[in-house]
C-alpha cells in the first residue's frame, strides 16, 4: 500500500506561483508513474501533469502546459508540480496519484490507471 501526502497548497494571487510536493512512503518509488489531478468545486477530477518513474517523459493537460511543471526526486521519494502564471480557473484540489510502472517510460493520464491517491491540498487562486 502506498501512501501519499500533499503539501504545498494555499492562497495566492493571479499570476503568482505555487509549488506542490507529494511525499511517499513506498521504498520502490522509481517503479511508480506519478501524476497530479485537480477538482475544482461540482466538477470532475481531471488530470494535469504525469511523469515517468525514470523522470525522462512527461505529459501535460493542455490547460496547463508552459505554465505548470512537473517533476521527481526519486531519492527522497516526493514528485513535485511547479505551478507559475497561476490563473483563478486553477482554483481546485491538488491531488497526487501513483501508479505502479509496467515500464520505466510509462506515463498514465486516466485517473482509472491510478490505484494509489493522496488526501489532496487546496489551492486558491485570487483574482
Known amino acids: 500500500q502506498v501512501q501519499l501526502v500533499e503539501s504545498g497548497g494555499g492562497l495566492v494571487q493571479a499570476g503568482g506561483s505555487l509549488r506542490l510536493s507529494c511525499a511517499a512512503s513506498?521504498?520502490?518509488?522509481?517503479?511508480?508513474?506519478m501524476g497530479w489531478f485537480r477538482q475544482a468545486p461540482g466538477k470532475e477530477r481531471e488530470f494535469v501533469a504525469a511523469?515517468?518513474?525514470?523522470?525522462?517523459?512527461?505529459y501535460y493537460a493542455e490547460s496547463v502546459k508552459g505554465r505548470f511543471t512537473i517533476s521527481r526526486d526519486n531519492a527522497k521519494n516526493t514528485v513535485y508540480l511547479q505551478m507559475n502564471s497561476l490563473k483563478p480557473e486553477d482554483t481546485a484540489v491538488y491531488y497526487c496519484a501513483a501508479a505502479p510502472a509496467s515500464g520505466a517510460y510509462r506515463v498514465a493520464v486516466q485517473t482509472t490507471e491510478y490505484p494509489y491517491w493522496g488526501r489532496g491540498t487546496q489551492v486558491i487562486v485570487s483574482s
Open positions: 513506498e521504498r520502490t518509488f522509481s517503479s511508480y508513474a
Open positions: 511523469i515517468s518513474g525514470n523522470k525522462i517523459n512527461t
